[in-house]
């Protein structure tokens, strides 16, 4: 086993990572905020409140293992692909590394909001409306991720090192 | 000009057609972990038949979410297909190996979820059919990364050795 298939590896299940914490945090808001309010709205205030308060609570650590492992596997993939993000494209528009610095900070957003509201042993004041915002904050987090490799792929050349390659002049 | 509003436009239907194949399946995905795991402890306090009652109505809005994601994921999904048919010539054994993994799991995970689903009361084994179907779609997400991973290796390799001076500059 050399060194590029470690960083192989490394890379894949980083990529891996990245997607099914999103898709977790993501669905599991969707889920929290917009599934489960109309289905328990029959119940008393009482058991209403006590539903969201279990859920809450193991929501919470769904919610602080999928920012970290986001921003774990983030890190990776950025350092994988850093090479790209700094290269001049063609037009301004189409410079990855813009997009990625959007996609950065607006996921920076989105994970902060999730877990302030995740702290403490009461939600904050109007915790749904949070969740909307932050949902949409969400989409647009992955939407701006989406720009961020197509721009990537659009370079006009983009080079990956073959295994072969790599194997031979293995990273130091 | 005309050249290149026609280019953008196709830029930006790749891109939203990603955004709303990525979007569904965190939907569905994170919906069949929210079910299946966080409502059942949710629902603990609550006596037997309320707790019935919740999860069937539960059932009912996630049933539309479901539907319309695995409709739109088809849909994205062949044309997502479509405009990378091509790389997938590249190297056929890897590529295409990956991309049928990828959708037969797809397929897999979607007719156990309409099958979930279907009628007004889930199947006796709903629990550990959802929860099957959870450990499916993670699978699927691995394939379509690695399938992601190899097909960018595969035009990077292609690009290197048909390479023009201008491009080599």
């Given at each position: 086993?050399?060194?590029?298939?470690?960083?192989?590896?490394?890379y894949?299940?980083?990529?891996?990572?990245?997607?099914?914490?999103?898709?977790?945090?993501?669905?599991?808001?969707?889920?929290?905020?917009?599934?489960?309010?109309?289905?328990?709205?029959?119940?008393?205030?009482?058991?209403?409140?006590?539903?969201?308060?279990?859920?809450?609570?193991?929501?919470?650590?769904?919610?602080?293992?999928?920012?970290?492992?986001?921003?774990?596997?983030?890190?990776?993939?950025?350092?994988?692909?850093?090479?790209?993000y700094?290269?001049?494209?063609?037009?301004?528009?189409?410079?990855?590394?813009?997009?990625?610095?959007?996609?950065?900070?607006?996921?920076?957003?989105?994970?902060?909001?999730?877990?302030?509201?995740t702290?403490?042993?009461?939600?904050?004041?109007?915790p749904?409306?949070?969740?909307?915002?932050?949902?949409?904050?969400?989409?647009?987090?992955?939407?701006?991720?989406?720009?961020?490799?197509?721009?990537?792929?659009?370079?006009?050349?983009?080079?990956?090192?073959?295994?072969?390659?790599?194997?031979?002049?293995?990273?130091r | 000009?005309?050249?290149?509003?026609?280019?953008?436009?196709?830029?930006?239907?790749?891109?939203?057609?990603?955004?709303?194949?990525?979007v569904?399946?965190?939907?569905?995905?994170?919906g069949?972990?929210?079910?299946?795991?966080?409502?059942?402890?949710?629902?603990?306090?609550?006596?037997?038949?309320?707790?019935?009652?919740?999860?069937?109505?539960?059932?009912?809005?996630?049933?539309r979410?479901?539907?319309?994601?695995?409709?739109?994921?088809?849909?994205?999904g062949?044309?997502?297909?479509?405009?990378?048919?091509?790389?997938?010539?590249?190297?056929?054994?890897?590529?295409?190996?990956?991309?049928?993994?990828?959708?037969?799991?797809?397929?897999?995970?979607?007719?156990?979820?309409?099958?979930?689903?279907?009628?007004?009361?889930?199947?006796?084994?709903?629990?550990?059919?959802?929860?099957?179907?959870?450990?499916?779609?993670?699978?699927?997400?691995?394939?379509?990364?690695?399938?992601?991973?190899?097909?960018?290796?595969?035009?990077?390799?292609?690009?290197?050795?048909?390479a023009?001076?201008?491009?080599?500059?």
């Open positions: 086993m050399n060194t590029y298939f470690w960083h192989l590896m490394a894949l299940l980083a990529r891996y990572l990245h997607i099914v914490c999103s898709t977790v945090l993501v669905g599991g808001t969707l889920f929290y905020e917009m599934i489960v309010p109309p289905a328990i709205d029959e119940l008393k205030q009482e058991q209403q409140l006590l539903i969201f308060a279990r859920a809450r609570w193991f929501f919470k650590w769904l919610v602080w293992l999928s920012a970290v492992i986001i921003l774990a596997s983030g890190v990776v993939s950025t350092y994988g692909h850093w090479d790209d700094m290269r001049e494209p063609l037009s301004a528009v189409a410079r990855p590394g813009w997009w990625w610095a959007a996609h950065a900070s607006c996921g920076l957003l989105a994970l902060l909001i999730s877990v302030s509201l702290i403490g042993k009461a939600p904050p004041n109007q749904i409306r949070w969740m909307r915002l932050n949902l949409i904050i969400l989409l647009l987090v992955m939407f701006l991720a989406s720009v961020t490799r197509q721009t990537r792929l659009e370079l006009p050349t983009h080079p990956v090192p073959s295994y072969r390659e790599a194997a031979e002049n293995p990273p | 000009m005309r050249l290149y509003k026609g280019f953008a436009s196709m830029i930006f239907t790749v891109i939203l057609a990603r955004w709303i194949h990525v569904c399946a965190c939907l569905v995905i994170g069949v972990f929210f079910i299946r795991f966080l409502v059942p402890r949710g629902l603990a306090p609550v006596d037997d038949n309320a707790a019935r009652e919740i999860l069937l109505r539960l059932r009912k809005y996630f049933k979410v479901v539907h319309t994601s695995i409709a739109l994921l088809i849909i994205t062949i044309y997502n297909t479509w405009l990378a048919w091509d790389k997938y010539q590249l190297d056929r054994a890897v590529l295409h190996s990956l991309w049928g993994t990828h959708i037969l799991l797809a397929a897999l995970a979607f007719s156990i979820a309409l099958y979930v689903l279907a009628g007004p009361q889930p199947p006796r084994s709903h629990r550990k059919l959802m929860a099957l179907n959870f450990a499916i779609l993670l699978l699927a997400v691995a394939a379509a990364s690695s399938l992601k991973w190899a097909r960018e290796r595969a035009v990077s390799l292609n690009a290197q050795k048909t023009l001076p201008s491009d080599i500059r």
